[in-house]
């Protein structure tokens, strides 16, 4: 099973940029198909952003054309850029692997959009 560490959050204001990234250990990272998620206040966790082992990759519309998925399977280590954020883009977000019925979650990492 693979474990999952975020970094890369942070807090930045209406229309900034940030990155973050899922490093990846303890498994074959290629083989699994990654997510990201987040959680607002409140709120209940929803989906961000898919990439397959294949690189298929698919977005929540609430995301899409601001957020961008990748991976390099090489480093082990799946990205989220994202940008022009907005309030509403503050939650903690969560990396997620799977292959089959395997299930593998990172701690998360705070993204706080204000000005």
């Known amino acids: 099973q693979v474990q999952l560490v975020e970094s890369g959050g942070g807090f930045v204001q209406p229309g900034g940029s940030l990155r973050l990234s899922c490093a990846a250990s303890?498994?074959?990272?290629?083989?699994?198909?990654v997510h990201w998620y987040r959680q607002a206040p409140g709120k209940e966790r929803e989906l961000v952003a898919s990439?397959?082992?294949?690189?298929?990759?698919d977005y929540a519309d609430f995301v899409r054309g601001r957020f961008t998925i990748s991976r390099d399977n090489a480093k082990s280590t799946a990205y989220l850029q994202m940008n022009s954020l907005t309030p509403e883009d503050t939650a903690v977000y969560y990396c997620?692997?799977?292959?089959?019925?395997?299930?593998?979650w990172g701690q998360g990492t705070q993204v706080t959009v204000s000005s």
């Open positions: 997620n692997a799977e292959i089959g019925l395997i299930d593998s």
């Open positions: 303890g498994s074959v990272f290629s083989l699994y198909g």
């Open positions: 990439i397959t082992s294949g690189g298929l990759i």
